[in-house]
């Protein structure tokens, strides 16, 4: 592709199926060879919204445009955008070759040649060419209708579930291929996946959705460490919730939280008045045992050889959930202990 790659952006795009809206007024802009991510659970809008972009959905509000072309209204096959779809759909009585270069009818033997082979170095897959599919490990296969999908060098490439089929090692390692073509192009990917994992570790930014609406967009580490609502702090992983009211804004890093427990302090996310009820958002691997912080009882144990999870109960009964290291002095079910953490570990969020 030659050329400043395009940019894709959405401007109020909306979606609804009678009185039912997937897709509520999404406004976003894709970089130029960006890997981004649209994550959420089943049924929160992602692949309806993937879809209006790739044009096998239309609209019922918004525009979507892609560098200086609007494509609201554009047929799927004249968009410079391709979809690569969760069950690949290769065909099984074709050889590899000829399932990757199916798409380029028309630009002659000798230049669909050399641009399957280009495709088969690209996803390492260059002894595969004679092979059919059904001898192929998922993650090959995975990579084959890769190759299909950039045959004809979309500026945009759309993937829904691209990894969903695999089992969990090979999905961690396809993963990485997945990035590595994507790096190596520049060619800018949407992925919907509804694993928070996949979405980190692939992803250049994350938009997290709910009931059709794009809730928050970051840098991964961005929406881990600060989240928006307590959604986006569950959907990224095992967290802590510590209801409280907001303290006044004194001296010191953060904001202190006036707890049932005791004071704590952490970083605001928002703009919120003194007394607001909020929560106090902590991740388990930042929960520290020692002798300052929470008071609580530890009630479970657990061992996992490189860590250890422990389940603490404080006084009203509220469970609290801490990772990290193996220590000598980690404590039996029913020690005392006191559960600590820094203020920029913890995120106030709105009750």
Avoid: W
Avoid at 117 to 131: K, T, Y
């Amino acid at each position: 592709m030659s050329g400043t790659p395009p940019r894709l952006i959405l401007e109020g795009l909306t979606k609804s199926f009678g009185t039912y809206r997937a897709v509520d007024a999404v406004t976003l802009a894709l970089e130029p060879g960006e890997f981004f991510c649209l994550l959420g659970p089943s049924g929160c809008g992602k692949s309806t919204l993937l879809r209006l972009i790739a044009g096998f959905e239309r609209p019922t509000a918004g525009r979507i445009r892609l560098g200086g072309q609007d494509l609201t209204e554009l047929p799927p096959h004249r968009r410079p955008v391709n979809m690569m779809f969760q069950s690949y759909a290769l065909f099984p009585h074709m050889s590899v070759a000829r399932n990757i270069g199916y798409g380029l009818k028309g630009m002659g033997k000798a230049a669909i040649s050399a641009r399957v082979a280009e495709l088969l170095r690209l996803v390492r897959l260059d002894a595969f060419g004679d092979r059919r599919p059904e001898t192929l490990s998922g993650g090959q296969r995975q990579r084959v209708a890769l190759a299909r999908a950039l045959a004809r060098e979309p500026k945009l490439l759309l993937l829904d579930e691209p990894l969903g089929a695999l089992d969990r090692g090979l999905r961690e390692e396809t993963q990485g291929e997945l990035r590595a073509v994507q790096r190596r192009l520049g060619t800018a990917f949407v992925v919907v996946t509804h694993d928070p994992e996949e979405a980190m570790m692939l992803a250049d930014r994350i938009g997290v959705m709910e009931a059709g609406r794009l809730v928050q967009i970051g840098p991964p580490a961005e929406l881990y460490r600060r989240p928006a609502n307590r959604y986006v702090a569950g959907l990224l992983g095992d967290v802590n919730l510590i209801p409280g009211r907001l303290g006044p804004d004194e001296a010191g890093e953060g904001r202190s939280v006036e707890t049932a427990h005791g004071p704590v302090r952490g970083i605001l996310t928002s703009a919120m008045p003194e007394g607001a009820a909020v929560i106090v958002a902590v991740r388990p691997e930042d929960l520290v045992l020692g002798t300052a912080g929470l008071p609580a009882t530890v009630t479970e144990t657990t061992f996992l050889g490189d860590r250890v999870r422990r389940t603490l109960r404080l006084p009203d009964g509220s469970i609290l959930r801490a990772s990290g290291r193996p220590t000598d002095g980690d404590g039996p079910p029913g020690s005392e202990a006191h559960a600590g953490f820094a203020a920029e570990a913890a995120a106030i969020l709105p009750a």
